[in-house]
């Protein structure tokens, strides 16, 4: 009885694929130490090799590389198999900055060099791996090392980076979790708001629509989604806010004549909630669905799902009506404009701020105007700041302005 129970307490601390000792006897291991040096090793596209070559090949593969790593293994170190495809060196002893360097590209230099022979069906695989590393005492060193190698990738696979506090990626990253914490809050405390900005329509100079937009109230000051919109990704709150700004605009407008805008992100449209909940509000509020125009985000226009398509044109035959926003930047194009052929589009104020001193800006919007008017889009200009920019852009053909020059976004219409 007393060799079972012994043997479970070490199965609990052993990685059953390569023998190392795995995640819980890290975290046992950094607890008893102290000034440790973290290396976090991550095989680059590792996904690719169980793609291609099945899960058999990637563990026959993965027992190679932790052979292999054990062999690189310094004095005074310990390795660990951390998650799938990370590995994680702890070196127990004082590493100046220059020794850090030279063994993390030792690392990178031995693999990218090596190609591991492997008995299923004598596959001959090369591996690279991307490196993050950190110095100090307790948990907090690991989730530095882990941070670096996230913050390596975003620029360069196999390679490395020593984590470094004042970073800008290390400062996002302390403000994503600020963050995280607030929206959560703000949910619970009914502190997530809904703001509304009036667009003018440039024929009859008159507000016809609104815009909803969300607000955080934090500690009296409001927030805008610019701020908070990443974090709510990572915690997947995304649906949420959504959901809370759709019931709130509803309620709002329900007494009015409007047209109000909702922002959608590709979250919502993933998820497949979005039209059932819509025409619940519809009916519990009874608003033609006419009078709802759906902001389709940047990040939707880059997908290429043909469900997303048939949400978009199911909802399109309930009566709503389709935007794209902040059309001319990042992922979207004519090609996509084409295909989803929206009501309204708007064009990014990135173009219009500057659009009378930018040559490049007036021509972008000349062009993107033209080939809506071809279309039958109705076009919708943000970041109308002054006199001077309203007049451009009506004299543009443009049919509608939006911006602090034609009203601030309010938490109350008029």
Same mark, same amino acid.
């Given at each position: 009885?007393?060799?079972?129970?012994?043997?479970?307490?070490?199965?609990?601390?052993?990685?059953?694929?390569?023998?190392?000792?795995?995640?819980?006897?890290?975290?046992?291991?950094?607890?008893?130490?102290?000034?440790?040096?973290?290396?976090?090793?991550?095989?680059?596209?590792?996904?690719?090799?169980?793609?291609?070559?099945?899960?058999?090949?990637?563990?026959?593969?993965?027992?190679?590389?932790?052979?292999?790593?054990?062999?690189?293994?310094?004095?005074?170190?310990?390795?660990?198999?951390?998650?799938?495809?990370?590995?994680?060196?702890?070196?127990?002893?004082?590493?100046?900055?220059?020794?850090?360097?030279?063994?993390?590209?030792?690392?990178?230099?031995?693999?990218?060099?090596?190609?591991?022979?492997?008995?299923?069906?004598?596959?001959?695989?090369?591996?690279?791996?991307?490196?993050?590393?950190?110095?100090?005492?307790?948990?907090?060193?690991?989730?530095?090392?882990?941070?670096?190698?996230?913050?390596?990738?975003?620029?360069?696979?196999?390679?490395?980076?020593?984590?470094?506090?004042?970073?800008?990626?290390?400062?996002?990253?302390?403000?994503?979790?600020?963050?995280?914490?607030?929206?959560?809050?703000?949910?619970?405390?009914?502190?997530?708001?809904?703001?509304?900005?009036?667009?003018?329509?440039?024929?009859?100079?008159?507000?016809?629509?609104?815009?909803?937009?969300?607000?955080?109230?934090?500690?009296?000051?409001?927030?805008?989604?610019?701020?908070?919109?990443?974090?709510?990704?990572?915690?997947?709150?995304?649906?949420?806010?959504?959901?809370?700004?759709?019931?709130?605009?509803?309620?709002?407008?329900?007494?009015? $004549?409007?047209? +109000?805008?909702?922002? &959608?992100?590709? #979250? @919502?449209?993933?998820?497949?909630?979005? /039209?059932?909940?819509?025409? =619940?509000?519809?009916?519990?509020?009874?608003?033609?669905?006419?009078?709802?125009?759906?902001?389709?985000?940047?990040?939707?226009?880059?997908?290429?799902?043909?469900?997303?398509?048939?949400?978009?044109?199911?909802?399109?035959?309930?009566?709503?009506?389709?935007?794209?926003?902040?059309?001319?930047?990042?992922?979207?194009?004519?090609?996509?404009?084409?295909?989803?052929?929206?009501?309204?589009?708007?064009? $990014?104020?990135? +173009?219009?701020?500057? &659009?009378?001193? #930018? @040559?490049?800006?007036?021509?972008?919007? /000349?062009?993107?105007?033209? =080939?809506?008017?071809?279309?039958?889009?109705?076009?919708?200009?943000?970041?109308?700041?002054?006199?001077?920019?309203?007049?451009?852009?009506?004299?543009?053909?443009?049919?509608?302005?939006?911006?602090?020059?034609?009203?601030?976004?309010?938490?109350?219409?008029?």
């Amino acid at each position: 009885m007393k060799f079972e129970l012994e043997k479970k307490e070490w199965d609990y601390y052993k990685d059953q694929l390569t023998g190392l000792d795995n995640r819980f006897a890290l975290l046992e291991y950094i607890k008893l130490n102290s000034r440790l040096n973290i290396f976090v090793i991550n095989l680059d596209n590792f996904c690719n090799i169980n793609k291609s070559y099945g899960y058999v090949v990637g563990d026959e593969l993965l027992v190679e590389i932790s052979r292999r790593l054990e062999l690189l293994k310094p004095k005074n170190a310990k390795l660990f198999r951390f998650d799938g495809d990370e590995f994680v060196f702890v070196v127990n002893d004082f590493f100046n900055f220059r020794e850090l360097k030279e063994f993390s590209e030792s690392i990178i230099s031995f693999f990218n060099q090596t190609e591991i022979a492997l008995d299923h069906d004598n596959i001959i695989a090369k591996v690279s791996v991307t490196i993050g590393v950190a110095m100090g005492n307790g948990i907090i060193t690991l989730n530095h090392a882990a941070a670096a190698v996230h913050e390596a990738r975003l620029y360069k696979k196999s390679s490395y980076k020593i984590f470094e506090a004042k970073s800008e990626y290390a400062k996002k990253q302390q403000e994503n979790i600020y963050w995280i914490n607030r929206i959560r809050h703000a949910i619970e405390e009914e502190k997530l708001l809904g703001f509304f900005q009036p667009i003018r329509n440039n024929k009859t100079k008159k507000i016809e629509k609104y815009e909803c937009l969300a607000r955080i109230d934090d500690d009296g000051g409001l927030v805008s989604p610019i701020r908070f919109m990443e974090a709510c990704k990572i915690t997947g709150t995304l649906s949420l806010i959504t959901r809370r700004i759709v019931s709130n605009a509803f309620k709002v407008f329900s007494g009015t $004549d409007y047209e +109000f805008s909702i922002n &959608i992100t590709s #979250n @919502d449209i993933n998820l497949g909630y979005l /039209e059932e909940f819509l025409m =619940l509000n519809v009916k519990k509020y009874n608003i033609d669905p006419s009078r709802i125009v759906l902001e389709l985000l940047e990040d939707i226009v880059t997908l290429t799902e043909s469900n997303m398509l048939e949400q978009i044109n199911s909802l399109r035959r309930k009566g709503f009506k389709i935007a794209l926003d902040d059309f001319g930047v990042e992922n979207s194009n004519f090609s996509r404009l084409i295909e989803l052929n929206p009501d309204y589009l708007k064009i $990014d104020g990135l +173009f219009i701020k500057d &659009i009378l001193e #930018n @040559d490049k800006s007036e021509l972008i919007v /000349e062009t993107i105007v033209y =080939l809506c008017k071809k279309r039958g889009i109705k076009i919708i200009a943000e970041y109308i700041h002054s006199k001077a920019v309203l007049e451009k852009i009506e004299d543009m053909g443009i049919d509608y302005a939006q911006g602090y020059y034609i009203g601030e976004p309010q938490e109350r219409i008029e």
